[in-house]
T-cell receptor, first 115, second 115 residues
Framework: AQSVTQPDIHITVSEGASLELRCNYSYGATPYLFWYVQSPGQGLQLLLKYFSGDTLVQGIKGFEAEFKRSQSSFNLRKPSVHWSDAAEYFCAVEGVTGGGNKLTFGTGTQLKVEL | NAGVTQTPKFRVLKTGQSMTLLCAQDMNHEYMYWYRQDPGMGLRLIHYSVGEGTTAKGEVPDGYNVSRLKKQNFLLGLESAAPSQTSVYFC??????????????FGDGTRLSIL
């Protein structure tokens, strides 16, 4: 069965500093990987996705993620964090099930940005 | 374009009461999903649907039923609510594009408390 681990429950960074959120996955085949962001009281917004090809994926809001098969990782990065980036971030892996895609989520990383 | 709309946004129930959560999408997506989100556990799939008239169990289906009578609507029912079902419920929908990839789009959630 597929699984996702986000080892950091909380992370605090200063505004303007760089950010890296860790994600490790377990999946038997080539994975489809996603990062979602959730602001308080809101639903999940897709930041970026990896399906195939270039292992460095660019997303919205200046985020990027790198797929490393040898490390089973898909870490999310941003060079310079803005206060508005404070939110909860979820990594997810997709497993195809009878036509629809079944997402398995990590437990999330809460990001706090200090001004 | 409203995307994925969930009603109601908040609800308080007594143990043993029943209710139905409604999810509506206006993007003509084939696939729809119901998740629950609990602190420290990420999102877990309850039920999903790969098309009108079809439903399937996800990771945590017990105590819930679903129906997909119309393509645009996906209903989640609690026949006899229990305190363990206190959670935030998210609906999502997705489609298959030219590459066969299916990003999920999420609603803003329904916060349900069972007393």
């Amino acid at each position: 069965a597929q699984s996702v681990t986000q080892p950091d429950i909380h992370i605090t960074v200063s505004e303007g500093a760089s950010l890296e959120l860790r994600c490790n996955y377990s999946y038997g085949a080539t994975p489809y990987l996603f990062w979602y962001v959730q602001s308080p009281g809101q639903g999940l917004q897709l930041l970026l996705k990896y399906f195939s090809g270039d292992t460095l994926v660019q997303g919205i809001k200046g985020f990027e993620a790198e797929f490393k098969r040898s490390q089973s990782s898909f870490n999310l990065r941003k060079p310079s964090v803005h206060w508005s980036d404070a939110a909860e971030y979820f990594c997810a892996v997709e497993g195809v099930t009878g036509g629809g895609n079944k997402l398995t989520f990590g437990t999330g990383t809460q990001l706090k940005v200090e001004l | 374009n409203a995307g994925v709309t969930q009603t109601p946004k908040f609800r308080v129930l007594k143990t043993g009461q029943s209710m139905t959560l409604l999810c509506a999408q206006d993007m003509n997506h084939e696939y729809m999903y119901w998740y629950r989100q609990d602190p420290g556990m990420g999102l877990r799939l309850i039920h999903y649907s790969v098309g009108e008239g079809t439903t399937a169990k996800g990771e945590v289906p017990d105590g819930y039923n679903v129906s997909r009578l119309k393509k645009q609507n996906f209903l989640l029912g609690l026949e006899s609510a229990a305190p363990s079902q206190t959670s935030v419920y998210f609906c999502a929908s997705s489609y298959r594009d030219r590459d066969g990839n299916q990003p999920q789009h999420f609603g803003d959630g329904t916060r349900l408390s069972i007393l």
